[in-house]
Each structure stands twice: as structure tokens, then as C-alpha cells.
């Protein structure tokens, strides 16, 4: 089992920055695959970014290719959302999730599975 906690939510205008974290209760380089997903309101949950921390190995939706970064700090069980760039659209709940149960397939460039852990949530807001 893997308890995920989420940080680093906010308010920014448009063009702005935020880095989002994602501290697991075990060692991260044991788990298969870690991810942000978001969801706006009235919108469906959409997967954002995917790593594989044991291979470092990075996914990305189309929409956030070149502004956002998804990296790992195995020391401290950490995952990490750098989101520059920011525009009114990225407006939204960001949830981290763990350990892939299934692979969904390939969803706007992002190799997509379903996951087992879910965080409870993290606000970014992004004002024009």
C-alpha cells in the first residue's frame, strides 16, 4: 500500500509557475509508475504526466509537452510537477497516483494506465 501526499497548489496568473510534489510512504523506486492527473469542473479526470521511477523513463499529454516537467527524488520519495507556462486552461484539481494496475493505452501522447493510490488533491488556479 502507498499513502501520497500532495503539495504546492495555487494561485498564479497567466504565463506564471508552480512545482507540485508528491511524497509516497515507501520507496518510490519500487513502485510502477507514478503520475499526475487533473481534473477541471464539469470536466473528466485527465492524466497529465507519467514517470517510471526505477527507469526515470517520462510521459507527457500533447497540451503540456515543453511547459511541464515530471521528475523524482528517490532520497526522499518525492515526486515533482514543474508546470511553466501556466495558462487559464491548466486551471484545475491535480492528483497524484501510484502503482500502475493496468495500461489503458496511448491517450494525447501520454502512455496511460489505471492506478491503484490516489492523493487527495492539490488546487492550481491560473488567471488571465
Known amino acids: 500500500q502507498v499513502q501520497l501526499a500532495e503539495s504546492g497548489g495555487g494561485s498564479v496568473q497567466d504565463g506564471g509557475s508552480l512545482r507540485l510534489s508528491c511524497v509516497a510512504s515507501?520507496?518510490?523506486?519500487?513502485?510502477?509508475?507514478m503520475a499526475w492527473f487533473r481534473q477541471a469542473p464539469g470536466k473528466e479526470r485527465e492524466g497529465v504526466a507519467a514517470?517510471?521511477?526505477?527507469?526515470?523513463?517520462?510521459y507527457y499529454r500533447d497540451s503540456v509537452k515543453g511547459r511541464f516537467t515530471i521528475s523524482q527524488d528517490s532520497a526522499t520519495n518525492t515526486v515533482y510537477l514543474q508546470m511553466n507556462d501556466l495558462k487559464p486552461e491548466d486551471t484545475a484539481m491535480y492528483y497524484c497516483?501510484?502503482?500502475?494496475?493496468?495500461?489503458?493505452?496511448?491517450?494525447?501522447?501520454?502512455?496511460?494506465?489505471?492506478?491503484?493510490?490516489w492523493g487527495q488533491g492539490t488546487q492550481v488556479t491560473v488567471s488571465s
Open positions: 497516483a501510484a502503482e500502475a494496475k493496468r495500461y489503458v493505452g496511448m491517450v494525447d501522447g501520454l502512455r496511460l494506465y489505471e492506478y491503484d493510490y
Open positions: 515507501r520507496d518510490i523506486v519500487r513502485i510502477d509508475y
Open positions: 514517470v517510471h521511477p526505477a527507469s526515470g523513463r517520462q
